[in-house]
């Protein structure tokens, strides 16, 4: 590892290649192999109409691919994969009871547990995977499009990546976060390209009721190239690095602790610490996965055109703006602009906030024209604003709701959700400080 870290360093040691190096530096284990190869079928093999039901701790258990009926509603496609659950259930449960596999199901079980356990399966072997039932839905066309959509934003990416000394192929992460959707939402709270939770983003970004930078490509980049950096020098070894992106660094801290090793493949097969659980677990070998399909996409896509990057006219705002009467004085519209800006808030473009001083504001190519300074100072002054738009807060009282509160402040529930980043509307506490305008 020292050779490979002092090479990044630009000291000169006598290494077989350079693809070597990133070898050593994103190892694969024989542990993960088959996890890894999971992915890669989830990625590439299987459509976003089908699924596959396997065993959810190792990976190169797939009991069936399920087809699934893109018209149904979730309910219809939860009940469909709890079916198929209950029946793989019962072949586990005869199998475990010692009934000799008789059936076609039944023998296709054995032999997959017996190249997958490489020994015969045990009766407790069945046993404990009927508790392990797990379906993944495929991820083949999501993919493909944010291969395309990456190419908007990896040259910048790997910029950024090479000024914190983080290894350039860890721009292939977003693949595995968000697929390079710049506006997508987790279930737990997280936004943006790179995924950031309020808490972790905080560290690096800004996030309040104007500005939300976790949704900002370039902010956004740079707050991931900090954390992987800092991962890495706590952690010491790169798939530990990016394990902790997902797990955080003090819980990788412990893992490696706890089984006395930094070996990533010992610690995703056995570690069986509190929240290490499966997405903890698979993020390293789904980012060696994505990472072979982007090296050689084209044998597995064909030839696709990537997306290039947008030029856009850059100014840094030396007042407050109003963002509404900007996108008319521009003749363009506020989705335009924002879609240019995505991470300014709902409030800026309900006009209940201005653009902030300071804010670095992207318009079409061209906007700005020869005389950028000429230009700004033709805005018109009713745009123009000393002061941020003051805002109208409430504080959350015991019993409290968000529908009573949106109807006592004659508002809407969307309009409290998108103003306060909440992630669930139905999670309020008392003491809460909600913005109302």
């Not at 284990?29 to 089908?50: Q, R």
Request: aromatic content about 10%; proline content about 5%.
């Amino acid at each position: 590892m020292r050779a490979i870290f002092c090479a990044f360093f630009g000291v000169v040691f006598l290494l077989p290649s350079l693809n070597a190096a990133k070898a050593e530096i994103f190892v694969k284990p024989p542990a993960i192999e088959s996890m890894v190869d999971f992915w890669e079928s989830v990625y590439v093999g299987v459509s976003t109409d089908e699924g596959l039901l396997h065993d959810s701790d190792n990976l190169a258990l797939v009991y069936e691919t399920i087809e699934i009926d893109r018209d149904s509603s979730r309910s219809e496609r939860k009940a469909q994969i709890g079916q198929r659950k209950k029946y793989w259930r019962e072949v586990l449960l005869d199998l475990a009871a010692g009934t000799p596999p008789v059936g076609r199901p039944e023998k296709h079980i054995v032999e997959a547990f017996t190249k997958a356990l490489g020994r015969a399966p045990t009766t407790e072997d069945y046993r404990l995977a009927t508790q392990r039932l797990r379906f993944q839905q495929g991820q083949r066309e999501k993919f493909k499009a944010g291969l395309v959509r990456s190419g908007a934003y990896d040259a910048e990416i790997r910029q950024i990546l090479r000024i914190h000394r983080v290894p350039e192929e860890l721009a292939l992460l977003p693949h595995v976060e968000s697929s390079f959707l710049i506006h997508v939402y987790s279930k737990s709270g997280a936004a943006g390209m790179w995924q950031f939770i309020p808490a972790t983003g905080r560290r690096f970004l800004t996030i309040n009721h104007t500005i939300d930078e976790r949704l900002s490509p370039k902010a956004s980049t740079f707050a991931a190239a900090k954390l992987l950096r800092a991962n890495f020098e706590k952690l010491g070894s790169w798939p530990l690095a990016i394990t902790a992106y997902n797990h955080g660094a003090a819980g990788m801290s412990r893992a490696k602790q706890k089984m006395g090793t930094d070996d990533i493949g010992v610690i995703c097969l056995n570690y069986k610490g509190r929240n290490f659980g499966f997405a903890s677990r698979n993020f390293y070998g789904q980012f060696l996965a994505a990472r072979r399909v982007v090296l050689d996409y084209e044998a597995y896509f064909g030839p696709l055109k990537l997306a290039t990057p947008m030029e856009v006219d850059k100014w840094i705002l030396p007042y407050f703006v109003d963002a509404a009467g900007l996108s008319d004085y521009l003749n363009l519209s506020t989705q335009s602009l924002s879609s240019l800006n995505p991470s300014l808030a709902q409030s800026v473009w309900r006009a209940d906030r201005w653009i902030p001083k300071g804010y670095e504001l992207k318009l079409p190519a061209g906007t700005l024209k020869d005389d950028a300074q000429t230009w700004i100072a033709s805005v018109p002054m009713n745009l123009r604003h000393a002061k941020q738009r003051r805002s109208l807060y409430h504080t959350v009282t015991v019993g409290e709701t968000l529908t009573h509160i949106a109807r006592t402040y004659g508002t809407t529930i969307d309009s409290l959700v998108a103003l306060n980043g909440l992630a669930n509307p139905n999670q309020i506490f008392p003491g809460q400080k909600l913005e109302m305008k």
